[in-house]
């Protein structure tokens, strides 16, 4: 059996092939991740232009959590 794995009679043409096509599957991958993130993004965009407007202008539920500093008297 031969040791050589590669179809190509030029040694350094077949690893640049496969380090190309290495490459452009990364590419496809991250593509793939930024256009779900950007689904998401739009989808939860979507979802806040249907809620009504009073909702957007309530205060914010943060307020609750806030937790006021102790007061210092002084003599």
Request: glycine share 6%; hydrophobic share 50%; proline share 7%.
């Amino acid at each position: 059996m031969s040791d050589k794995y590669y179809s190509e009679p030029n040694e350094t043409s077949a690893l640049r092939s496969w380090v190309m096509w290495q490459m452009l599957r990364g590419a496809g991958w991250a593509a793939v991740f930024v256009l779900v993130i950007s689904a998401i993004y739009a989808a939860l965009w979507g979802i806040g232009q249907l809620l009504p407007d009073e909702s957007k202008t309530a205060p914010s539920p943060f307020g609750a959590l806030e937790i006021a500093a102790p007061e210092v008297v002084q003599a």
